[in-house]
């Protein structure tokens, strides 16, 4: 069965300052992989996604995530952060043709001035 | 285009009462979703709808059930609720796949938040 794991529950990071979230998965085939944030109050709104190819891919709001099959990881990245950035992130993966999405626990990042 | 619009925003009930969850998507998609949301847990699938008339399970199933009442329209009923299904609900619709292995992206309303006293 697939799983994904979410290491940090929560993160604090200064505005201006750099930032990695973590993600490994479980799933013995190719999976597809996804990151989405969820503001407070709100629905979940995708960010990234990786299906093949590059392993390094953008999205929006200037995240990029990498995968990386040896270590069963997708991490979420971002040079930056504004204080807008503050939310719950949550990465998810389902398996090859298949619409059923596994998510991860969450994130939940905190930004200070 | 709003989107995925899910009714109503919030709701308190009593153990034992019924209620349903209207999700209504208008972005012409084949495939709706029933998740919850539960502190330190992330979302659960509660029930999948590939296709008008077509349901399937989910991780959690158990004391919902639910219809797909036309391709927009995917609703959840709790016909006996109880204080361990206090929780946010998100409705989500996606894409169908367009071609083998291309999952579609889910795209999500802004929840429903339950209380059950």
């Known amino acids: 069965a697939q799983s994904v794991t979410q290491p940090d529950i929560h993160i604090t990071v200064s505005e201006g300052a750099s930032l990695e979230l973590r993600c490994n998965y479980s799933y013995g085939a190719t999976p597809y992989l996804f990151w989405y944030v969820q503001s407070p109050g709100q629905g979940l709104q995708l960010l990234l996604k990786?299906?093949?190819?590059?392993?390094l891919v953008q999205g929006i709001k200037g995240f990029e995530a990498e995968f990386k099959r040896s270590q069963s990881s997708f991490n979420l990245r971002k040079p930056s952060v504004h204080w807008s950035d503050a939310a719950e992130y949550f990465c998810?993966?389902?398996?090859?043709?298949?619409?059923?999405?596994?998510f991860g626990t969450g994130t939940r990042l905190t930004i200070i001035p | 285009n709003a989107g995925v619009t899910q009714t109503p925003k919030f709701q308190v009930l009593k153990t034992g009462q019924s209620m349903t969850l209207q999700c209504a998507q208008d972005m012409n998609h084949n495939s709706m979703y029933w998740y919850r949301q539960d502190p330190g847990m992330g979302l659960r699938l509660i029930y999948y709808s590939a296709s008008e008339g077509t349901t399937d399970k989910g991780e959690v199933p158990n004391g919902y059930n639910v219809s797909r009442l036309n391709k927009r329209e995917f609703s959840l009923r709790l016909e006996s609720a109880a204080p361990s299904q206090t929780s946010v609900y998100f409705c989500a619709s996606s894409e169908a796949l367009k071609a083998w292995g291309n999952n579609q992206p889910q795209h999500f309303g802004d929840g429903t938040r339950l209380s059950i006293l």
């Open positions: 998810a993966v389902g398996p090859f043709g298949n619409e059923k999405l596994t």
């Open positions: 990786y299906f093949s190819g590059d392993t």
